[in-house]
């Protein structure tokens, strides 16, 4: 179950006229967005409701150009303003999260680009600490974010935030998209090497429109590389049908994602004055949401070390974070 804040169901019409007119000059009006991967989340809220979300295609450039980004943040601006009858120029204050938010390429694009279209101040955090906000807002605790990419944050009880990973696709990502379907293809080949049985092969040929494993080949190892995250869904299927080498990969990436939360476990719990708290820990992104193996096999292996960790049901909606932040930042 996702855990979304309070929304009111207006439509892209549905403010009522007197707050277009009139009120718009006595509120406050906060963007929020939530830079993934693959995918972009916008709210638009004033100091107590939501008042439009929207999704684009990413605006992080180190997965798209600048075009596309750029007409993906127009697009959902102007629906903004559509929706609700705010100017961008009226808002106080923006926060972004995004992975990768220290790359300059990433930073300097999101603050031109929005400083040019949107009024007010800018906040830019990582994807994790929105999210480390939406589940435990200005308190203590560990958020695990794994979608496309993977991270790990947590903040102590005097307020100091500390991760883990995070550092991309080449240097870490554990139990993200990525890894789990590069790992699922380089499962699939060593099981080819081994003589061992698994659906993954046949499956990865199926869904990449390949017929042989000599074009596999030319295609997994082309450049630039393919989104190997699109096989997360193989992986997760095949293991759902018993596979055990698709299982094993996914088994795999829970435990490693796991060994960074207990890292951040043991920082937080360190800076405790209390030795018996530890701190709970939330989730958040498509594979903690859906691919319930990595999930399990990450709860089960934090709790080899921490048994009384308290884990928080489905997952935090991120965006939320965003705007929490964008509503109490001085």
């Not at 439509?11 to 509120?27: F, I, K, N, T, Y």
């Not at 589940?135 to 605790?141: C, E, L």
Request: proline share 5%.
């Amino acid at each position: 179950m996702k855990h979304s804040p309070e929304r009111t169901g207006l439509s892209p019409r549905g403010l009522d006229q007197a707050v277009v007119s009139g009120v718009h000059e006595r509120m406050s009006f906060y963007l929020a967005l939530d830079a993934g991967g693959t995918k972009t989340d916008y709210v638009l809220a004033d100091d107590k409701r939501e008042l439009a979300r929207v999704r684009t295609g990413t605006i992080k450039r180190m997965r798209t150009d600048a075009e596309s980004a750029t007409h993906n943040l127009d697009a959902a601006l102007a629906q903004l303003s559509a929706a609700t009858g705010v100017s961008m120029r009226s808002i106080k204050r923006t926060c972004v999260g995004a992975a990768g938010e220290s790359v300059p390429m990433v930073a300097d694009w999101l603050r031109k680009t929005i400083g040019e279209r949107v009024g007010g101040k800018l906040l830019l955090l990582g994807d994790v600490e929105i999210a480390l906000d939406a589940a435990f807002p200005g308190q203590p605790g560990v958020l695990v974010l794994a979608g496309t990419g993977s991270n790990v944050a947590g903040r102590t009880p005097a307020g100091v935030l500390t991760s883990a990973g995070g550092w991309g696709p080449a240097l870490s990502d554990q139990g993200s998209g990525y890894r789990i379907g590069f790992e699922g293809l380089r499962a699939a080949f060593l099981a080819h090497d081994e003589g061992r049985a698994t659906l993954l092969m046949a499956a990865i040929l199926d869904l990449w429109e390949l017929r042989s494993i000599d074009e596999l080949v030319a295609y997994g190892n082309r450049q630039p590389a393919p989104d190997f995250s699109k096989l997360t869904s193989v992986v997760l299927a095949c293991a759902r049908q018993g596979d055990a080498v698709a299982g094993q990969v996914l088994d795999r990436q829970g435990r490693e994602l796991a060994y960074l939360v207990r890292l951040i476990i043991r920082r937080l719990k360190l800076a405790s004055d209390d030795p018996g708290w530890a701190p709970p820990v939330a989730f958040a992104g498509s594979i903690m949401e859906m691919v319930e193996p990595v999930r399990q096999s990450l709860i089960a292996a934090v709790r080899e070390e921490f048994p009384d960790v308290r884990t928080l049901d489905g997952v935090v909606d991120p965006i939320a974070g965003a705007v929490w932040r964008a509503r109490t930042a001085r």
